[in-house]
């Protein structure tokens, strides 16, 4: 479901850190507007929140003329590699959402990275 809501958007923010889960749709908008000054109205973005103990996410997203919000809940014995520091949020990728949800860091030193290549760069 969390890759349905994050399918075609320009922008994955991942609010690091523990969110209070006792917040709901109003509350995280308000949050991603006032502390990290983001337009939570924008259908381009998905914002990312896990709560203290990282077993459970939270997604938000603007479509047209609403929020569509998901949850995951792991099962017990179960977290999710979630950044700690606490006021920071980051724009992640696609391929990193996908690491997060199956509960790998999005930092995966030994992943291949995307090569460029341009035509002036080639011998042929």
């Known amino acids: 479901m969390l890759n349905l809501i994050t399918q075609g958007a320009e922008h994955i923010y991942l609010a690091c850190g523990p969110t209070d889960f006792r917040k709901q749709i109003e509350g995280l908008a308000a949050l991603v507007s006032l502390r990290y000054q ?3 109205y924008s259908p381009a973005c ?3 929140f896990c709560n203290r103990k990282k ?3 939270k ?4 479509d047209k003329d609403g ?3 998901a949850t995951k809940k792991l099962l017990p014995d179960m977290v999710f590699q979630w950044p700690k520091s606490k006021e920071e949020i980051r724009d992640i990728t696609p391929q990193q959402a ?3 949800l199956e509960g790998l860091s999005i930092e995966q030193k030994k992943a291949h990275k995307t090569v460029r290549i341009r035509p002036e760069d080639t011998c042929f």
């Not at 997604?59 to 603007?62: G, I, M, P, S, V």
């Open 38 to 40: 983001l337009d939570p």
């Open 46 to 48: 998905v914002f990312l």
């Open 55 to 57: 077993n459970c996410l």
């Open 59 to 62: 997604a938000l997203r603007f």
């Open 67 to 69: 929020f569509l919000p």
């Open 98 to 100: 996908r690491w997060l």
